[in-house]
C-alpha cells in the first residue's frame, strides 16, 4: 500500500462505495475511469500511480473537490506517492503556499458533522440507473416521490399528486422497479430502496468540468416545467475577479449548499415540499 492507495480506498468508501468492484461498476466502468478494473485495482492496491487523465476521472467519480480537507489530503498523498517524503515533497508543498492549505474552519466539528451525516445517506447510481431517472418528467417525478416519502404508493395517487397521465406513470413505475429503483408489493404499491438516502448521480470525468455535471440543463428543464417552480430565495453577488481565485471558494459554497440537508424529512408536514438548494457561479464575460 502506499500513501495515495490508502487515501484513495478511504474517499471511495467516504463516496458511499464499499468495494473497488461496486465502485468501478457505478462508475460507468472504463470509459468514466479511464482505465481497465485491473489497472484500478493495482492502482488501489498501491501497485501504480494513475496517470493525470485517470487522476482526474477519479477527481471528478469521488467528488474530491467538494471537501477542501479531503482534496489537500488526496492530492497530497498522490505528490508524496509520486516524490516520496523528503525535503523536495515539502519544498513542493511550500511552494503552493497557504492557499493550497484548506483553512481552520473546514475541519470545525459543525462542518465534519454535517459532512458525515451527508456522506452516511449517499447511494450512488450506476449510469443507467441516473439517466432512466433523468428519462422524462413521468420517472423523474415518480422517481422522487417514491424515495422521498416513507408510505407506499399506488400508481393511481402518484398520478393525482403529479398531476401525470396514469398510463405514464405506470410506465415509470416498472421501468424503475426493473431497474432496481422502486419495489413493488403484493397489493400493488410501490416503495423505493431508496428512502431516506442521497441518490448520487453519474459524473462527468472532464477536469476542466468537475463543478458542472452535463445534464445539468436537463435537470433545470424538468424543475422548470409549466406548473411546477416558486423562487423562495434569490441573492446574488456581481463582481469582478480572478476565475482562477475564486475557484477556491467553491469548495465552501458546495459544503453550505450540502448543509441543508439536516432538514431533509421522507414524512409530510404541513408546509412540506420538494425544494432544491443550489449554488452557482456564472462567467459572464472577459474582463
Known amino acids: 500500500m502506499s500513501a495515495f492507495s490508502e487515501e484513495l480506498r478511504r474517499c471511495r468508501e467516504l463516496a458511499g462505495h464499499p468495494s473497488a468492484r461496486e465502485f ?6 472504463r470509459g468514466a475511469v479511464r482505465c481497465t478494473y485491473k489497472q484500478y485495482l493495482n ?21 474530491v473537490w467538494k471537501q477542501p480537507e479531503q482534496a489537500h489530503r488526496f492530492f497530497r498523498a498522490y505528490l508524496e506517492t509520486l516524490l516520496g517524503p523528503g525535503e523536495l515533497l515539502e519544498l513542493c508543498l511550500q511552494s503552493l503556499g497557504p492557499g493550497a492549505r484548506p483553512p481552520s474552519s473546514a475541519s470545525s466539528p459543525l462542518r465534519k458533522a454535517l459532512s458525515r451525516s451527508l456522506q452516511a445517506k449517499l447511494a450512488p447510481l450506476s449510469p443507467e440507473q441516473s439517466r432512466l431517472i433523468r428519462k422524462d418528467p413521468a420517472h423523474y417525478w415518480t422517481w422522487h416521490v417514491l424515495s422521498g416519502d416513507r408510505a407506499d404508493w399506488r400508481p393511481e395517487s402518484v398520478a393525482e399528486v403529479l398531476r401525470l397521465p396514469l398510463p405514464q406513470v405506470r410506465r415509470a413505475l416498472e421501468d424503475l422497479r426493473r431497474a432496481g429503483l422502486a ?5 400493488g404499491e410501490y416503495g423505493s430502496p431508496y428512502r431516506e438516502r442521497h441518490a448520487v448521480h453519474e459524473r462527468h470525468s472532464a477536469p476542466a468540468r468537475l463543478e458542472v455535471p452535463p445534464y445539468r440543463e436537463q435537470v433545470k428543464r424538468l424543475w422548470e416545467a409549466p406548473g411546477r417552480g416558486q423562487t423562495l430565495l434569490w441573492h446574488y453577488l456581481f463582481l469582478r475577479a480572478s476565475e482562477s481565485e475564486l475557484r477556491h471558494y467553491f469548495p465552501y459554497l458546495a459544503q453550505v449548499v450540502s448543509g441543508s440537508e439536516i432538514y431533509d424529512t421522507t414524512e409530510k408536514g404541513p408546509d412540506t415540499s420538494f425544494l432544491v438548494v443550489e449554488a452557482s457561479v456564472r462567467r459572464l464575460m472577459p474582463f
Open 43 to 63: 492502482i488501489e492496491a498501491g501497485r501504480s500511480l494513475p496517470k493525470p487523465p485517470v487522476l482526474g476521472a477519479l477527481v471528478a467519480q469521488l467528488q
Open 183 to 187: 419495489e413493488r408489493g403484493p397489493s
Open 24 to 29: 468501478f461498476k457505478s462508475a460507468g466502468g
